[in-house]
């Protein structure tokens, strides 16, 4: 669809034919993605509790739609967060990041307990704001992911005073079966290789209900090698000596997930 700017125009008779040939310049410069897609995209967002095209939305906010995530291969938080200009974080490691909009914190930097978070984290209309953590779901099958600036306590209460982070899923679509699958492999320099698998199915059940199924396993390569230390450490009291033979593996840090995604 292409996308609709309201704007005000003041009529000049005597600069019309300038004005023509200044578009009929832009017209040939036009970059071709444009051309083929016709136009900008419209993204529909939730923001305000409505559907509302992103441009007549009267509030800050960033969104990724499932076409943008797909082009730029986001999987998780660490990936997508970096697309999102008001949006920084704190990592402590995956699922333990501590978020922040336009610089706003409580203070409490990398404690476990402490003042409620400043920015709420919503699963499509479910509130999953926790201190020092954050949802850090695996991305697949998702419709968009939206970051609200500002104070959102008005829509989506506690833990929002400097914004909202919203994650939310494509929908059972009824009357229609869908099915797909990705694959992607990956390969560190001087380390292991690994891969994911993901899919979706939709289920049309009857004229009015339908179900959607969402999985995934990946495999994170390793690239730390546990070695034997040389020479071997004798522990001077006991006179026993560290021996880690068994354990001896290269890459030995690979990461293996299944799990359903969010639905």
């Known amino acids: 669809m292409q996308q609709s700017i309201a704007d005000r125009r003041v009529s000049f008779p ?53 076409r943008i995530l797909q082009q730029l291969s986001i999987s998780n938080f660490d990936s997508y967060a970096k697309f999102l200009p008001s949006l920084s974080f704190q990592s402590f490691g995956p699922g333990q990041s ?14 476990s307990v402490g003042a409620s978070p400043l920015v709420g984290v919503y699963l499509d209309e479910q509130p999953v704001t926790t201190i020092y953590n954050n949802l850090d779901v695996h991305i ?8 609200l600036s500002g104070p959102q306590g008005t829509l989506f209460g506690a833990s ?33 290789a690994g891969g994911s698998i993901e899919g979706f199915v939709n289920f049309p059940l009857t004229d009015r ?5 969402v999985g995934y396993t990946t495999s994170d390569p390793g690239y730390i090698d546990n070695v034997s230390p040389d020479p071997l450490r004798v522990y001077p009291t006991s006179g026993a000596v560290l021996d880690n033979s068994d354990l001896l593996e290269k890459n030995f840090n690979e990461v293996q997930t299944t799990g359903p995604a969010p639905r």
Do not use: C, H, W
């Not at 040939?28 to 559907?51: D, H, N």
């Not at 706003?104 to 930097?109: A, E, F, K, L, Q």
């Open 98 to 111: 501590q978020l922040y909009v336009r610089g706003v914190t409580n203070g409490s930097d990398g404690l």
């Open 14 to 66: 005597a600069l019309q034919p300038l004005a023509l040939a200044i578009a009929g310049i832009l017209a040939s410069q036009a970059s071709p993605a444009a051309a083929a897609t016709g136009g900008l995209e419209e993204i529909i967002v939730t923001a305000q509790r409505r559907s509302e095209n992103l441009q007549d939305v009267p509030i800050s906010i960033q969104a990724l739609d499932s």
């Open 160 to 192: 929002s005073m400097s914004g909202t982070l919203r994650i939310i899923t494509n929908k059972p679509q009824i009357g229609m079966f869908e099915a797909g699958y990705d694959l992607g492999a990956t390969q560190i320099d001087s380390g292991g």
């Open 209 to 213: 209900a339908a179900v959607r199924l």
């Open 140 to 147: 697949y099958d998702i419709e968009r992911v939206e970051a």
